[in-house]
């Protein structure tokens, strides 16, 4: 019988996931055993978490996170949703979420999961949350504000303070996925994390920029009561209460995380945001000089005005690419990206115009 083999990321532009760094692979086979969802009686992977948990905070400007190694991004939201809506039974019957219309499509399963209704509201024409939108939406059910630090479709950061003021005003908690942005925007002037406005929780995931290998997402809380919000008994295990949501999990996310973390913060990954910066913005300059409409890159994250029939034939070509909701073509310029690879991309794209 053939053995399987996976696709090498040579050709692959659209996604957020990447090939992890050497040292976050050979951690995630020495721990891959290990289960932190018992930390009493795997204490070193449990050690683990806790240097990564505390490296995040530091990332995103929080000197005393709460938090754990999530699955990843999905997992991270449900769970936030989960926690505001735990925490604010005490005066809400009928609660309700408001999020951009750019938020991850994991906020439409965390609303059906958790039986919360979920508001979406419109971006403006930078393609960030509209304040007004956002302020209209709140009402006194509301439990929670969602912003985006790095939209999925263009890497917008929202305005976080202000959807944080408006979240607090209402007496909601407000919560801000940056996923995909968390391991860029440390290098940026925006005001996104925990530093620059009182967020409540945050999503941030090793297994995208970070490098670590899937699974391995970030939950982030400032202060105890939103993770002791989630947390259940657990009476048959060492450990008494487990707050994450997998339960049992394989320790090879926690442990590679850690590990990239050790090795990249904060000189290896500002070295590489710079270097896919520099990289956006020369393929965004590359695709204008040819006709195409682009949409600026805030974030290294190129998305164009590519007809039909040109994206399928890039497609046949085996680039693996997608499209925004407004069919706009997204190219994500993610560690594994070069510039040789978006020189081939070019040459193919001159060929099947």
Same mark, same amino acid.
Not at 12 to 33: G, I, K, N, W
Not at 89 to 104: C, K, M, Q, Y
Not at 165 to 188: K, R, S
Not at 274 to 285: C, I, Q, T
């Given at each position: 019988?053939?053995?399987?083999?996976?696709?090498?990321?040579?050709?692959?532009?659209?996604?957020?996931? *990447?090939?992890?760094h050497?040292?976050?692979?050979?951690?995630?086979?020495?721990?891959?055993?290990?289960?932190?969802?018992?930390?009493?009686?795997?204490?070193?992977?449990?050690?683990?978490?806790a240097?990564?948990?505390?490296t995040l905070?530091?990332?995103?400007?929080?000197?005393?996170?709460?938090?754990?190694?999530?699955?990843?991004?999905?997992?991270?939201?449900?769970?936030?949703?989960?926690?505001?809506?735990?925490?604010?039974?005490?005066?809400?019957?009928?609660?309700?979420?408001?999020?951009?219309?750019?938020?991850?499509?994991?906020?439409?399963?965390?609303?059906?999961?958790?039986?919360?209704?979920?508001?979406?509201?419109?971006?403006?024409?930078?393609?960030?949350?509209?304040?007004?939108?956002? =302020?209209?939406?709140?009402?006194?059910?509301?439990?929670?504000?969602?912003?985006?630090?790095?939209?999925?479709?263009?890497?917008?950061?929202?305005?976080?303070?202000?959807?944080?003021?408006?979240?607090?005003?209402?007496?909601?908690?407000?919560?801000?996925?940056a996923?995909?942005?968390?391991?860029?925007?440390?290098?940026?002037?925006?005001?996104?994390?925990?530093?620059?406005?009182?967020?409540?929780?945050? *999503?941030?995931?090793?297994?995208?920029?970070?490098q670590?290998?899937?699974?391995?997402?970030?939950?982030?809380?400032?202060?105890?009561?939103?993770?002791?919000?989630?947390?259940?008994e657990?009476?048959?295990?060492?450990?008494?209460?487990?707050?994450?949501?997998?339960?049992?999990?394989?320790g090879?996310?926690?442990?590679?995380?850690?590990?990239?973390?050790?090795?990249?913060?904060?000189?290896?990954?500002?070295?590489?945001?710079?270097?896919?910066?520099?990289?956006?913005?020369?393929?965004?300059?590359?695709?204008?000089?040819?006709?195409?409409?682009?949409?600026?890159?805030?974030?290294?994250?190129?998305?164009?005005?590519?007809?039909?029939?040109?994206?399928?034939?890039? =497609?046949?070509?085996e680039?693996?690419?997608?499209?925004?909701?407004?069919?706009?073509?997204?190219?994500?310029?993610?560690?594994h990206?070069?510039?040789?690879?978006?020189?081939?991309?070019?040459?193919?794209?001159?060929?099947?115009?």
């Amino acid at each position: 019988m053939q053995r399987s083999v996976p696709q090498t990321f040579d050709r692959v532009l659209s996604s957020m996931c *990447t090939d992890p760094h050497p040292a976050a692979r050979a951690a995630a086979e020495r721990f891959l055993a290990t289960n932190p969802g018992d930390p009493a009686t795997y204490e070193e992977v449990a050690e683990l978490e806790a240097d990564a948990v505390e490296t995040l905070g530091k990332i995103t400007g929080l000197a005393d996170p709460h938090g754990y190694i999530t699955s990843g991004g999905t997992e991270a939201n449900v769970q936030a949703v989960r926690a505001a809506r735990n925490r604010s039974r005490d005066r809400v019957s009928d609660p309700n979420i408001v999020a951009p219309e750019s938020a991850h499509f994991s906020f439409n399963k965390a609303a059906d999961v958790l039986d919360v209704e979920l508001r979406l509201v419109p971006t403006d024409e930078t393609h960030r949350a509209d304040v007004d939108a956002v =302020r209209a939406a709140v009402d006194d059910e509301t439990v929670l504000v969602v912003g985006v630090a790095g939209t999925t479709e263009f890497g917008r950061v929202d305005p976080i303070p202000e959807l944080a003021a408006i979240a607090h005003d209402a007496g909601a908690f407000c919560h801000v996925d940056a996923a995909w942005g968390g391991f860029l925007l440390p290098f940026t002037d925006h005001a996104w994390n925990f530093a620059h406005a009182p967020v409540d929780s945050l *999503t941030i995931d090793p297994h995208k920029c970070g490098q670590a290998c899937i699974p391995a997402g970030g939950l982030l809380f400032r202060d105890r009561n939103g993770l002791d919000s989630l947390a259940v008994e657990t009476p048959y295990l060492e450990s008494t209460s487990q707050a994450t949501l997998t339960g049992t999990r394989s320790g090879a996310g926690v442990a590679s995380a850690a590990a990239a973390l050790d090795e990249l913060w904060p000189d290896g990954y500002r070295h590489e945001y710079d270097r896919v910066s520099d990289l956006a913005s020369w393929f965004a300059g590359e695709l204008r000089t040819r006709g195409f409409d682009v949409v600026d890159p805030e974030l290294p994250l190129v998305a164009a005005d590519v007809s039909e029939s040109t994206f399928q034939a890039l =497609r046949d070509h085996e680039w693996r690419i997608s499209r925004t909701d407004s069919d706009l073509l997204r190219v994500v310029c993610m560690p594994h990206v070069t510039r040789d690879t978006l020189s081939a991309f070019l040459a193919d794209l001159d060929a099947v115009r």
